[in-house]
């Protein structure tokens, strides 16, 4: 997720919980910002993942905890540090509609908070 002008939907930050199952156990993560199409994970160095590699997430949301596979697109350092850049490719449509709901509620909070410090 290193180029913005690659993304198809506007990046917001955030800081939510969410835990990626692995056979091997339960990761606790947050992300640090997203998009309508994925986020970025923050997490140590030393996780082991593969580029492209398929991941099983539950987002902890305010309301609600959605479920969704994610593919790796980035690992690595970044501006927001080291983390996983991963694009949301499997939901059911009801969890989409969710994500949806949230991710335009969090970008039009970023833009009144925008709006309210530059007034």
Known sequence: MANPRRRRSER???SIPVRW??????RELRAGDLNAHGMFLRCPED???LPEELML???VLPDRVLTAFGIAR????SVNGYGIGLEL???EDRTR????AYYR????????????AAG
Request: proline residues 3%.
């Open 89 to 91: 490719f499997v939901m």
């Open 74 to 77: 980035f690992i690595g350092k």
């Open 21 to 26: 199952l692995r056979r091997s156990g339960v």
């Open 47 to 49: 996780v082991k993942l």
């Open 12 to 14: 917001v930050p955030c």
């Open 105 to 116: 509620s969090l970008v039009a909070a970023h833009k009144a908070g925008a709006l309210a």
């Open 97 to 100: 509609r969710a994500w949806l």
């Open 57 to 59: 997430l539950e987002v």
